[in-house]
């Protein structure tokens, strides 16, 4: 014996064939990440190399790039390194970010076992951790007072003169921007307006032909204060300072603009390039790219 259900209401024809128009489809349920789906070991996420993103691990992004010396001179090894995460998706809308697996636990933060996304200027906190300091090296590597002061000055030529070259010429090589690259100019260049125009002066016009000059001066120096020594200031072991001047070095030996006047400056101080190459394979040797065992 069978049974049939049968509906009382039934719907007029032209309500039926408009309604098929829509059809109604169903999906099996999302299933939600297991647990062991997150990042087991830190990683960095960074703005993409140049060419060969599974073989070149070194962000084409300075402001990256530094980031990853930084980890790299302080011998952390086995950081995953990802580039395809968008700068939206960074701590800020900025990258480099770094993931770690166990969360710094500073005030206001996640639990220690849920893991955290670190903005660049914690990575020295963590790195510490990792590292276990108790107590922060007040000479901060270099060899003594004197030098630790110096290298405040070398890293304003850097960041300064140097960064302002790389916005002028490789504007690709850097997602930060300076304030203002007329600061490093004497006299201050003249505003981008006249003093006969209908619109008040405002911006100021840049000679690239200043911003060279300043950029080789700053080159010639880095590479006499170098000499011969493994590392920047005479240091026994690498410092910040060699972290920030490999990252602006390497920006402008391997930069996408073939010759132009950056590299060209660098390439005729035979130092500055070997120390390049050394260090390079130093820092590429610390990554590894994420999902790789």
């Not at 914690?122 to 110096?150: F, H, Q, S, T």
Request: one cysteine or more.
């Amino acid at each position: 014996m069978s049974t049939t259900t049968t509906s009382f209401l039934t719907l007029p024809a032209p309500l039926r064939t408009f309604l098929a128009s829509f059809p109604l489809y169903t999906y099996p349920a999302i299933q939600a990440r297991p647990a062991h789906s997150k990042p087991t070991h830190p990683t960095i996420w960074i703005h993409p190399p140049l060419s060969d993103p599974d073989h070149n691990l070194l962000s084409a992004d300075v402001e990256c790039l530094k980031w990853q010396a930084y980890i790299a001179m302080r011998d952390v090894e086995g950081v995953r390194v990802r580039c395809d995460v968008k700068a939206e998706g960074g701590v800020g809308g900025r990258l480099p970010s770094l993931w770690v697996p166990v969360a710094l636990g500073l005030e206001g933060q996640k639990e220690a076992d849920e893991g955290e996304l670190l903005p660049a200027h914690l990575i020295p906190a963590w790195v510490d951790r990792e590292k276990a300091v108790e107590k922060a090296d007040e000479l901060e590597g270099y060899k003594d007072v004197e030098a630790r002061d110096e290298s405040r000055a070398w890293v304003t030529l850097l960041e300064g003169t140097v960064h302002s070259a790389l916005i002028t010429f490789q504007p690709t090589s850097t997602t930060a921007r300076s304030s203002s690259v007329a600061s490093i100019l004497t006299p201050p260049p003249a505003p981008l307006t006249g003093l006969a125009s209908l619109f008040p002066p405002y911006g100021a016009h840049v000679p690239s032909a200043e911003v060279e000059v300043k950029y080789a001066e700053a080159i010639s120096a880095l590479s006499e204060r170098l000499s011969g020594d493994k590392w920047f200031l005479g240091s026994e072991t690498p410092t910040p300072l060699d972290a920030l001047a490999f990252a602006y070095l390497h920006a402008i030996l391997h930069s996408s603009t073939s010759g132009g006047p950056l590299r060209t400056q660098v390439t005729r101080r035979v130092n500055l390039v070997a120390w390049e190459r050394r260090v390079s394979g130093l820092v590429r040797a610390a990554f590894v790219k994420a999902g790789d065992v």
